[in-house]
């Protein structure tokens, strides 16, 4: 077979792919492709499976929420940081953290910072909640 002979038979196998992937609404934009429920194949979320996320709010010392401080979180065995600045209703969020890695967290506003607080590897839930105080 010659090489011109080759390439038209993978060209034409290609088109039919195509074609047979239309047919069963599969090449479709979504919006043509009504009542169906396109669904991750099992087994696609098992890392999910292994994370957690964190999430507090930051208070002065008389309980008022704290927008714009900086809520740092630190990997134990990484000693990797990451950083979060709290919003306008103090609110913080570490989310895709691993559930057998110890963290440790901390906030500053200025001058003020909170105490560290630690969330352990032994710890089983998904979302944890940490809620950090500036000290005067």
Known sequence: MTFRKLLTASVLLGMVGVLSLLAQGQGQPPSQNKGTVSMPPKGTN???ANLRSIEGV???ADKNLVPKAIVQLKDMRTLSIRSFV?????EYHFAGLRLDNDYELKATLGEKNSATKRVSSFESRKTVTVNLQLEK
């Not at 709290?86 to 103090?90: F, K, M, N, V, Y």
């Open 46 to 48: 098992k890392e999910d």
């Open 58 to 60: 930051v208070q002065d």
């Open 86 to 90: 709290s919003t306008a209703e103090g």
